[in-house]
């Protein structure tokens, strides 16, 4: 039968700035299962290099180490995690027990990385062997130090080790506490696991059944201590005491990222407000870009239904103020005019030509009762109601005779009907528009918002009521134009703008004083127009999350450099590397999907506070919102890689030793 632990010629040296330091200088030790071995020695002998050492916390510099038989002197960190966790458990002066955390989930930790079931139940049958009961719900602060340290004795038992490894355990205790420590200690070696504690207190040393004492890196004496204090007893029969091999490193379990889920949540709750201030940055972009994204898709929905009823032979001529090149701009007496004889020339410009209709538009005031609007006015001939796909919900449109004689009729659009009308029907009475009566004939077809501007707010009257009655033009404020088929556009805009130029005499220098434009280039201008909406649009999420994401990778430093304990701890007690990783993965994650999940909320009720209020038409897509989720949640990701993977790296002794 092997020994348990098997030390030949173990050496180790640390190099600190330029100089050699031989902390242990050729350890041959030997320790039989079942033993109970105190290690003692002035500060600075060694001990705990060595205790670190036969805890697979750290390798020798040279010699072997076999426990049980195995060599374990050059085990990846991730493989002695795997061995730790499954044989070996440490207890430490400073008892290192996880903050804010019940005696029950510290006690059941060790579980989480062998992924052993049953963790609650396993871990209040040890605190109950312990002698605490009653403490399970106790957070480590609610624990008096004994207790504490019980607790962490109870936490290096859940995995029945068979080698307990204790540096200095009661060396924070009142003396009676340490006693009581120390018969734990007793206990658990008569149960057949093997002891090996650090101390430099012969009081402390004398309990155990064998001293071996060090001075300067090496061994000066190894002997039985025919008496130990204590009620040492029979010891019962030994554990199994061979080794098959290092135990697989297992994968991560679904428990356990479950875990690492919840304590990152309690983390953030546990401090609120530095969370929340590292969230703001992802939670303004989210909601920026929520927001933006409603309001953007909601007026791109708006102008495709109202240009989605229009042909797409429809061609749009307006006057523009020319700019001659190189030269001043036009003074006002040089703006175009398009009058009705330009319309009526139009018509029969070119046999591509369907129809072209005038156009002008103002606003005014519309009275019924005591009731009175400010709306848009909209002069049209008949053809208006076919070209611009406006035919009225119900009521009629007016005719080309009644353009001609200046008839005063009106169609309503539904918002006018509402703010003059409200239930009751329109359509036959009398309203004065300007101080002018008019008969109302129709209602015109809902048309919705465009975003910044209400479709429905407006009234339409004949062309030549609104030039001479109304609004007092000479002038048309625009010409539709319809050509045969899409394909004669082309033609048609080439006959129409040679048409204008002469009938404007420009000469050949001078550039168009008005403008053609056919469908296809107003959607391609309209799409044109949000494709730099959404370029802007991406521009500010990135700065935002990139923003947002230095915000989450700083307090990861920070909680990193605060939790180097915890972390040794976690590795000490059999936390792979991968494992610390994806724990602090989480945690940024959790962090980043937080303000992302607040953004989310926070920009949908900007959006429908401006549908509701505003009037607005705002659409959240479901896209937008899936998006920004996985957008914040990978922003905590990527940002938070580079802390994690600090955490990883860190070794368990520089993060037990750190103060
Ligand atoms: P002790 O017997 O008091 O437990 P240690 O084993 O902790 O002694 O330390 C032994 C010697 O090694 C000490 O002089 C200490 O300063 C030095 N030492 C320990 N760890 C390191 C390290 N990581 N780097 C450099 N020197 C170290
Ligand atoms: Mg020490």
Redesign the pocket.
């Known amino acids: 039968m092997p020994p348990l632990i098997e030390l030949s010629g173990v050496t180790k040296t ?1 190099f ?1 700035g330029g100089g050699r ?1 031989d ?1 242990l200088k050729g350890i041959d030790l030997r320790i039989e299962a079942g033993e109970f071995v105190a290690i003692m ?1 002035p ?8 205790m670190q050492i036969l805890g697979l916390l750290d390798r020798p510099g040279a010699g072997a180490y076999k426990l049980l038989g195995l060599d374990v002197s050059r085990l990846s960190d991730d493989e002695g995690a795997a061995l730790r966790s499954r044989t070996i458990g440490f207890v430490f002066q400073m008892f290192n027990l996880l903050a804010r955390t019940s005696a029950r989930d510290n006690v059941g930790l060790p579980m989480l990385y062998t992924g052993e079931p049953g963790r609650a139940r396993r871990a209040a049958e040890v605190l109950r062997e312990v002698g605490l009961g009653d403490r399970m719900d106790h957070a480590p602060n609610q624990l008096s130090g004994g207790q504490q340290q019980r607790v962490a004795i109870a936490r290096a038992l859940v995995n029945r080790p068979r080698l307990i490894f204790a540096d200095e355990p009661t060396g924070n205790l009142a003396s009676q506490q340490a006693e009581e420590i120390l018969g734990r200690l007793i206990e658990m070696n008569r149960s057949g696991i093997t002891v090996v504690m ?1 101390t430099h207190e012969p009081d402390i040393a004398a309990y155990a059944k064998r001293i071996i004492r ?1 001075k300067d890196g090496v061994i000066v004496s190894d002997e039985a201590n025919p008496a130990p204090r204590g009620d040492h007893g029979e010891p019962a029969a030994l554990r199994a005491t061979t080794l098959d091999g290092v135990p697989p490193i297992r994968e991560l379990s679904g428990e356990e990222l479950l875990e690492h889920v919840r304590s990152a949540l309690g983390a953030i709750r546990a401090n609120k407000l530095r969370s929340a201030l590292s969230m703001l940055g992802i939670l303004i972009g989210v909601t920026a870009v929520i927001a933006m994204l409603a309001i953007g898709r909601g007026a791109q929905k708006s102008v495709e239904t109202q240009l989605s009823g229009l042909g797409s032979n429809l061609i749009m001529l307006w006057p523009v103020s020319p700019r001659t090149a190189g030269g001043p701009r036009g003074g006002m007496g040089s703006f175009s005019r398009l009058t009705l004889e330009d319309a009526a020339m139009i018509a029969r410009a070119h046999p591509g030509i369907a129809r072209a209709a005038g156009e002008v538009s103002g606003s005014g005031q519309a009275v019924f009762g005591d009731k009175n609007v400010n709306t848009s006015l909209t002069g049209a001939m008949p053809e208006y109601e076919q070209m611009r796909n406006s035919s009225p919900f119900y009521g009629r449109f007016f005719t080309a005779e009644e353009n001609d004689r200046m008839a005063r009729v009106a169609l309503l659009g539904p918002t006018v009907v509402a703010s003059l009308f409200g239930e009751q029907d329109p359509v036959g009475r009398t309203i004065s528009i300007e101080h002018i009566k008019f008969k109302v004939i129709g209602v015109l077809t809902r048309k919705g918002s465009s975003g910044f501007q209400d479709q429905d707010d407006k009234i339409i009257i004949p062309l030549k009521t609104a030039m001479k009655r109304v609004l007092g033009r000479q002038y048309l404020s625009m010409v539709d134009i319809e050509a045969v088929s899409p394909e004669d556009t082309d033609a048609v805009i080439a006959a129409v703008r040679a048409l204008m130029r002469k009938r404007h005499r420009l000469p050949d220098y001078k550039d168009d004083d008005f403008m053609l434009r056919n469908m296809a280039e107003i959607q391609a201008a309209l799409s044109g127009t949000s494709k730099i909406f959404s370029l802007l649009l991406g521009i500010v999420a990135a700065i935002s999350l990139v923003v947002g994401g230095i915000g989450i990778m700083n307090i990861m430093l920070v909680s990193v450099s605060e939790r180097t304990r915890e972390i040794g701890l976690r590795k000490a007690i059999g936390a792979t590397r991968r494992a610390v990783l994806i724990q602090f993965l989480i945690e940024a994650a959790a962090m980043s999907t937080c303000g992302g999940l607040m953004g989310i909320a926070l920009g949908m009720s900007i959006a429908f506070a401006l549908a509701a209020f505003a009037g607005w038409a705002a659409i959240v897509t479901p896209q937008s919102v899936i998006l920004a989720f996985f957008f914040s949640a990978g922003t905590g990701v990527v940002f938070g890689f580079w802390p994690a993977r600090k955490a990883s790296l860190l070794s368990p ?2 993060a037990l ?1 750190y103060e």
């Open positions: 640390y600190v330091l902390v020695g500060s600075g002998s060694g001990k705990s290099t060595l650090v060090l002794i520089e030793r």
